[in-house]
Nanobody, 122 residues
Framework: QVQLEESGGGFVQPGGSLTLSCSIDGFVFGVYNLAWFRQCPDRSREGVAYMKWLDDKTFYAASVEGRFTISRHDRNHTLYLQMNNLAPEDTAMYYC???????????????WGKGTQVTVSS
């Protein structure tokens, strides 16, 4: 059974940093495309960043490029999202996702975690 579990969310002041983790179990970690999404109240879920398993290329939403970094640790089966210079508009529930074939910023990933809340406020 595939399981994704996010952690690392919390409360941070504007300009601060957080690192989110996504522990992944139940499949061959290295051959899945991985992604982070977020959802604010009353808004649809949006793609933040994704990483292709085939070549490790990474892609970011324009709103986070230069501030967020997606990475993975194959041995630990963990996906990360390093978030720097956080702003109030980054406040959202953050989700990790995985799919064997699909990669991109839409919600076509097969496997999802339950999310971790990030709140940016002074």
């Amino acid at each position: 059974q595939v399981q994704l579990e996010e952690s690392g969310g919390g409360f941070v002041q504007p300009g601060g940093s957080l690192t989110l983790s996504c522990s992944i179990d139940g499949f061959v970690f290295g051959v899945y495309n991985l992604a982070w999404f977020r959802q604010c109240p009353d808004r649809s879920r949006e793609g933040v960043a994704y990483m292709k398993w085939l070549d490790d290329k990474t892609f970011y939403a324009a709103s986070v490029e230069g501030r967020f970094t997606i990475s993975r640790h194959d041995r630990n089966h963990t996906l990360y999202l390093q978030m720097n210079n956080l702003a109030p508009e980054d406040t959202a529930m953050y989700y990790c996702a995985a799919d064997r074939r699909y990669f991109g910023m839409s919600e076509d990933y097969e496997h999802w975690g339950k999310g971790t809340q990030v709140t940016v406020s002074s």
